[in-house]
């Protein structure tokens, strides 16, 4: 399930329960919430639209929106170990990943790679996402290789969404992980881990533009439309300088110079015969 559109009143709330009561979530607000994934084949979604004693905001809301799909397999996992997954007949699986941190407060970075063992791989049946929703990016992880392990990629947070469809021929999908915790000293402003190649490289990697703060590289100036740097006038002025100089260097100063090594022996040289 994948809401588009959420904003509930405070004193409203959207309660969703699976079949099995794996998940049970309480929602308000006007944040869109994460994507949710059971491995039941029943979710039931309560609308609570009015709360004893609460005071009613008068002003009117959007409500929600929400998609649902239905899949062979998958779910939301958190994890401590490789992700594997032999794909069934004709499977459509999606998996939301959490990588949770050690520590209350900490900030995790994921480093993960992938990698397809097997002969039968459909191009575009999988598809990674760098969050908790079909709503975030997609990763761009160039051409799969059979039995060859994908570069590695980071996260910008902790969850990583993945789907594959496959069927009973396809390769067996291997995700490998690296869990960091980010120093408090790289934090974007806005909480998300600050890659190395993020600050200051011309881009807002962060979200937030606090990546290119303090960065302090003048810009390069153009010179003026129409200009091509150096006028005609000027080169020819300083070509003419050029060579006159050469012609006092080469002709004129060896005989500045032989004079003036002879000039104070001039009165020792032999007087003729």
């Not at 200051?200 to 290119?212: I, P, Y």
């Amino acid at each position: 399930m994948t809401f588009n559109a959420f904003q509930i009143n405070d004193a409203h709330s959207l309660k969703i329960v699976d079949g099995n009561q794996s998940i049970s979530t309480k929602l308000n607000g006007n944040s869109l919430p994460n994507d949710i994934v059971t491995l039941h084949d029943t979710m039931n979604l309560t609308f609570t639209s009015q709360t004893k004693g609460a005071q009613l905001q008068q002003t009117p809301l959007q409500g929600f929106q929400a998609n649902y799909e239905i899949l062979e397999c998958g779910g939301m996992m958190n994890i401590s170990g490789n992700v594997t997954t032999n794909p069934a007949s004709q499977s459509n699986c999606i998996w939301i990943i959490s990588f949770p941190p050690l520590k209350t407060g900490d900030v995790n970075i994921v480093q993960y790679s992938f990698v397809l063992n097997g002969t039968k791989y459909k191009a575009g049946s999988l598809e990674l996402r760098d969050g908790p929703s079909v709503r975030n990016a997609t990763i761009n992880f160039g051409k799969v290789v059979l039995n060859k392990t994908s570069t590695v990629n980071l996260t910008r947070g902790d969850t990583l969404w993945v789907k594959y469809a496959a069927d009973n021929e396809s390769a067996m999908l291997m995700l490998n992980y690296t869990v960091y915790k980010c120093p408090k000293g790289a934090l974007c402003a806005n909480g998300i881990c600050m890659h190395d190649d993020w600050k200051c490289n011309g881009e807002n990697d962060c979200g937030d533009g606090s990546d290119e703060i303090n960065c302090n590289i003048p810009p390069t100036q153009a010179p003026p439309e129409g200009s091509t740097g150096v006028s005609v006038g000027l080169f020819i002025g300083v070509l003419a300088i050029v060579v006159v100089l050469t012609v006092i260097v080469t002709v004129l100063a060896p005989k500045m110079w032989k004079r003036k090594r002879s000039a104070p022996y001039q009165e020792f040289h032999e007087a003729d015969a």
